[in-house]
């Protein structure tokens, strides 16, 4: 199925900017590249409307719905994008709701917001919420961005248990069904400044048909067509790749015990490196200037 829509999956701690940040912009290289280039820039650059884009920002996950909404609100506002949205569902009963049924086929961006992924998906699975945003995603010109919990929740296979001290050894990481975004890939979020490589490993190695998608802090990647994936964000992305795999021991062993691969496939990505999916290939960006 073609795919109209766009998906940014983001790692999580992405730059919101600051509130004292125009005045220290002409002399802050780190400043500039937010409004420039930094991904809730691209958020808004993706969509049709660009900064004058209905924003809804979803904060379901959260703990903090409020304070991370007025977060994101702002973040929006320093990027001249004003026409914002809070939509804070706290139960499948909400999810429901006419009035934000009516607000989201408005949107023309929703941003998922990070917290707890299996909240997440416990509260929107099979509503017509979900599959209103589905259908926007799938029809239309709309964005789905998801940051943490909004990323690893956005595929069709999610993530939600295994620490990184237990994660290569069997039965430690669990895996259960996402949001449906996009299909035979698996996202995990804070990658790098958390440890979980060992969590895709073993997702990858029970699963190799599933891609694994790394996502460290601050990076993103914007995928289009439902298969162009392009990595965005100053951050770094790893992709674990399966399908070569040789052998492991991962039949033999019971769970608890340590697992062996022969063969697995990693990729780094880092800012305007692309990935087709569906080659199964990588192109790195080799221009001396990046931002030109």
Known sequence: MAVKGKLIIIGGAEDKGTPDDKGRMDNDTAVDDYYENGILRRVIDESVKKDKSRIEILTTASTVPEEIGDDYRKAFKRLNAENTGIINIKSREGAHDEELLK???????????????????????GTPFLNMMQEKYFKEDFVYAGSSAGAAAA???????????????????????????????IVDTHFVTRGRIGRLLQIVVANPRLLGIGLEENAALLVTNGSKMEAIGPGMIMLVDGRCIADSNFNDIDDGEAISIENVVVHVMSKYDIYDYKKHKLIIDHRNDRDE
């Open 103 to 125: 607000r989201l086929s408005k949107a023309d961006i929703v941003m998922v917001t990070g917290g707890d992924q299996m909240r997440l998906t416990s509260i929107l699975g």
């Open 155 to 185: 595929s069709n296979n999610m993530v939600f248990q295994g620490t990184s001290d237990v994660s290569l050894f069997k039965g430690k990481v669990r895996v259960t069904s996402g949001l449906g975004f996009i299909n035979n890939v």
